[in-house]
């Protein structure tokens, strides 16, 4: 079967319609990538075993053969993952198909007697938890981490270049007081940074400390080492922290957080893409059409926001997936129940949903631009959001009630600047606060919108 018709024949879209922008994934989270990561652990374990003090029967590896064996991971091959697939359908067990399959591999280096070695007083949860730990950091460090790095720093682009662009702000889908588009977008890149900085300070846990956590087996074999330092040294060597108070399984907390993690920055990029559409809908902004691409069936003149649109349907699937994940995944009953197995391997469902809809949002973000004559047709349309300007004076001039005045002549009725200024003129106050009053304007009424746009630290007085 072709390519073309595998995905054309796959029932989930990642593994179809999305397969190539999903591609970098797979290295990751396909079985075949699995297969590598639990045949690296194992690997590493043997190597640790062969270096640790009182596990003298087994000998130490020279750096010829400790190369070779890490070879095997490093050089892992789709061959190699058919063959642990073959063992796997024989067995019925994948980790068993592993350490069959790497006991081949011994004989093959002429390494035959470390064979009993592979998989020594290990529970299968001791290579998977430290195999899931690994994938997904390298996932996040290596895929989604970038991704999101290039759309904060499209969003930094755009809060600098639209700073100054003045434009009427809606709260509760009303006219209210003008911001600017570069305002606007700076908050959604503050909000960002800091979920992508959650993200990134999750460091991922694991753990080997036998069938229920007791290190029993080791103990019967081996008395006199000592384990717990042992297991420590060896997760660490991972660049995972080590979790020695355990059942049979990792408890999935560190997992659980970065999920969470992960599900705040989603539901930030949702928001941005929700917003974006509106102002595309409201001719706010317009978008660079790509060339040969159609936006109706039958309405040839159309520019369909589908970027913000996919991205928004792919980080709600990818945000419903995670939060199930942070619920269920800390929840094991008693030693241990197999309902976290089968849903880990759909940890690569989640990643997957959340980069389309990365892919998808700094898509959307590459096409559009401010139509500055709109913003300021809106602005001017909407003398009303001066209301909150007028009375805020009047209440520094110790004029009583300003903003029952500014109610009574704005609330439920059109307002043009002529019968504001009218109603200024009657104000028994200074002349120079009328001009002052007047002077007002909305396009010019955005605060401290721009220096906001270019800020870069809220939580320090410093970058002010």
Same mark, same amino acid.
């Not at 990642?14 to 297969?35: Q, V």
């Not at 309405?299 to 792919?314: C, L, R, S, T, W």
């Not at 898509?363 to 602005?379: D, H, M, N, P, Q």
């Given at each position: 079967?072709?390519?073309?018709m595998?995905?054309l024949?796959?029932?989930a879209?990642l593994?179809?319609?999305?397969?190539?922008d999903?591609?970098?994934?797979a290295?990751y989270?396909?079985e075949?990538?699995?297969?590598?990561?639990r045949?690296?652990?194992e690997?590493?374990?043997l190597i640790f075993?062969?270096?640790?003090?009182?596990?003298?029967?087994v000998p130490?590896?020279d750096p010829?053969?400790?190369?070779?064996?890490?070879a095997?991971?490093?050089?892992?091959?789709?061959?190699?993952a058919?063959?642990i697939?073959?063992?796997?359908?024989?067995v019925?067990?994948d980790?068993?198909?592993?350490?069959y399959?790497?006991?081949?591999q011994?004989?093959?280096?002429?390494?035959?007697?470390?064979?009993?070695?592979?998989h020594?007083a290990?529970t299968?949860?001791?290579?998977?938890?430290l195999?899931?730990g690994?994938?997904?950091?390298?996932?996040r460090d290596q895929?989604?981490l970038?991704?999101l790095?290039?759309?904060?720093?499209r969003?930094?682009?755009?809060?600098?270049?639209?700073?100054e662009?003045?434009?009427?702000a809606r709260?509760?889908?009303?006219a209210?007081?003008?911001?600017?588009f570069?305002?606007?977008?700076?908050?959604?890149?503050?909000?960002?940074r800091r979920?992508n900085?959650?993200i990134l300070?999750?460091?991922?846990?694991?753990?080997?400390?036998?069938?229920?956590?007791?290190?029993?087996a080791q103990?019967a074999?081996?008395?006199?080492?000592d384990?717990?330092?042992?297991s420590?040294?060896f997760v660490?060597s991972?660049?995972?922290?080590?979790v020695?108070l355990?059942?049979q399984?990792?408890p999935h907390?560190?997992?659980?957080?970065?999920?969470?993690?992960l599900?705040?920055?989603?539901?930030i990029?949702?928001?941005?893409?929700q917003?974006?559409w509106r102002?595309?809908?409201?001719?706010?902004?317009?978008q660079?059409?790509r060339?040969?691409e159609?936006?109706?069936?039958?309405?040839?003149?159309?520019?369909?926001?589908?970027?913000f649109?996919?991205a928004?349907?792919?980080?709600g699937?990818?945000v419903?997936l995670?939060?199930?994940?942070?619920r269920k995944?800390?929840?094991?009953r008693l030693?241990?129940?197999?309902?976290?197995?089968t849903? /880990? $391997?759909? &940890?690569?469902?989640?990643?997957?949903y959340? %980069?389309?809809?990365?892919q998808?949002t +700094? *898509?959307?973000l590459g096409?559009i631009?401010?139509?500055?004559?709109?913003?300021?047709?809106?602005?001017?349309?909407h003398?009303?959001v001066?209301?909150?300007a007028?009375?805020?004076?009047?209440r520094?001039?110790?004029v009583?009630?300003?903003?029952?005045?500014?109610k009574t002549?704005?609330?439920?009725?059109?307002l043009?600047?002529?019968?504001?200024?009218?109603f200024?003129?009657?104000?028994?106050i200074?002349?120079?606060?009328k001009?002052? /009053? $007047?002077? &007002?304007?909305?396009?010019?009424y955005?605060g %401290?919108?721009?220096?906001?746009?270019? +800020? *870069?630290?809220?939580r320090r007085?410093?970058?002010w």
């Amino acid at each position: 079967m072709s390519d073309t018709m595998q995905r054309l024949g796959a029932i989930a879209p990642l593994d179809g319609r999305y397969r190539a922008d999903l591609a970098p994934l797979a290295s990751y989270f396909s079985e075949a990538a699995l297969f590598r990561y639990r045949v690296q652990v194992e690997i590493e374990y043997l190597i640790f075993l062969s270096r640790a003090q009182k596990v003298e029967f087994v000998p130490a590896f020279d750096p010829n053969q400790q190369a070779a064996l890490r070879a095997l991971y490093r050089q892992f091959s789709d061959d190699d993952a058919l063959a642990i697939a073959a063992w796997d359908r024989k067995v019925n067990h994948d980790v068993k198909a592993v350490e069959y399959w790497l006991r081949e591999q011994l004989d093959r280096l002429g390494m035959g007697a470390w064979k009993e070695a592979v998989h020594f007083a290990l529970t299968s949860e001791d290579v998977n938890n430290l195999a899931y730990g690994l994938l997904v950091r390298e996932a996040r460090d290596q895929v989604l981490l970038p991704a999101l790095a290039h759309i904060l720093e499209r969003l930094r682009e755009l809060a600098d270049a639209e700073a100054e662009s003045a434009m009427l702000a809606r709260t509760h889908g009303q006219a209210a007081t003008p911001t600017t588009f570069g305002k606007e977008l700076n908050v959604f890149f503050m909000r960002l940074r800091r979920a992508n900085e959650a993200i990134l300070e999750v460091r991922l846990t694991g753990k080997l400390n036998g069938a229920t956590g007791t290190f029993a087996a080791q103990v019967a074999a081996l008395p006199e080492v000592d384990w717990i330092t042992f297991s420590r040294a060896f997760v660490r060597s991972l660049d995972l922290d080590p979790v020695l108070l355990t059942t049979q399984i990792e408890p999935h907390d560190s997992l659980a957080t970065l999920c969470d993690a992960l599900k705040r920055a989603n539901s930030i990029l949702l928001d941005l893409c929700q917003d974006l559409w509106r102002y595309i809908s409201d001719g706010y902004l317009s978008q660079a059409p790509r060339p040969g691409e159609v936006g109706s069936s039958t309405m040839p003149h159309k520019v369909n926001p589908i970027d913000f649109e996919n991205a928004e349907g792919n980080l709600g699937l990818a945000v419903a997936l995670l939060e199930h994940f942070s619920r269920k995944l800390p929840i094991s009953r008693l030693q241990r129940d197999l309902s976290d197995s089968t849903v /880990l $391997r759909n &940890l690569g469902v989640a990643f997957g949903y959340t %980069l389309l809809g990365y892919q998808r949002t +700094l *898509r959307g973000l590459g096409k559009i631009a401010v139509r500055s004559e709109r913003l300021y047709a809106e602005l001017v349309a909407h003398p009303e959001v001066l209301a909150e300007a007028v009375q805020t004076i009047l209440r520094r001039e110790g004029v009583a009630e300003p903003y029952e005045l500014l109610k009574t002549l704005t609330r439920g009725r059109e307002l043009s600047l002529e019968l504001l200024h009218q109603f200024i003129e009657a104000l028994d106050i200074a002349t120079e606060v009328k001009a002052e /009053l $007047r002077a &007002l304007s909305p396009t010019a009424y955005s605060g %401290l919108a721009a220096r906001l746009a270019r +800020l *870069r630290d809220d939580r320090r007085l410093e970058a002010w």
